[in-house]
């Protein structure tokens, strides 16, 4: 017999939540907003959205179905099962944060504070959960394949990223590796830099944009269902021994690009989550490239 899908709400702490687990009471932490020339009021208000917008999504979930709920800073400790259908309750980046911990369930994006948010993953209202969970589920349902980026070390730890995935130093000071492209015929070039970037086209509103424009890149921005990906080396440094003339490229299917460690740390992380970040040392070697991974993200 087959399980009954199961519903994983994903949410993370308000700003309400985060003040009174800082300051223990309404009062001592609307004083220190105050102090800061803030009122607690909106603050209260956006928590009271969203633990409205919580409270609809849970009822809209079918009685057949199982539930589950978890909390962001507990995403890498849930596991996650092949019939899950998960909904992201709350802000763009939340659905980043979760995506690197799926294997192609349908992603439902909930927007709990409409005009706030930009909307671009969290593209639904509270009142449509019922609706986009039956199509989560249904033959030939509408969804976009979203393209992530990956990363597997030589000792087999992979990393999975919706936006972009970032290699560095730790405290982002000058990274030091050998760099190449898949194909390449020599042993790289040697860099010192503040690290380096690859992302996606749903990463191409953020960090990668910035990059992007600050190079006058002549390569043209991916978009999030493109399976092509736009990497950038960040502040290369010229020396008698490291180089500048690979410092951004595009890779598509099949195609990767290599770094070796040439310094005693680094660390990469996606999507901003520096808590949840591959360590590599000296001679280790970690390749980037297209995920055979998507984020089925249901529209």
Known sequence: MSLAPRAVVVHRRTEYEELLARHGTHGQAAFFLSSRGRSIEEVVRRHDRTQQALREVA???PLTWRSSRV???DLDRFLFAPEDVVVVVGQDGLVANTAKYLRGQPVVGIDTDPGRNPGVLVRHRCG???AL???AT???GRAEELTMVEAVADDTQRLLALNEIYLGSPGHQTARYRLDADGGTGPGEAQASSGVLVGTGTGATGWLRSLWLERGSSAGLPAPCDRRLLWFVREAWPSPTTGTTKVDGELGRGQGLQLTVESDRMVVFGDGMESDALELTWGQSVRLG???TSLHLVT
């Open 71 to 73: 909390e962001r800073a």
């Open 59 to 61: 009822a809209a979930v």
């Open 290 to 292: 297209i995920a055979a």
């Open 138 to 140: 249904a033959a030939g």
């Open 128 to 130: 449509d959960t019922a």
């Open 133 to 135: 969970l039956h199509a």
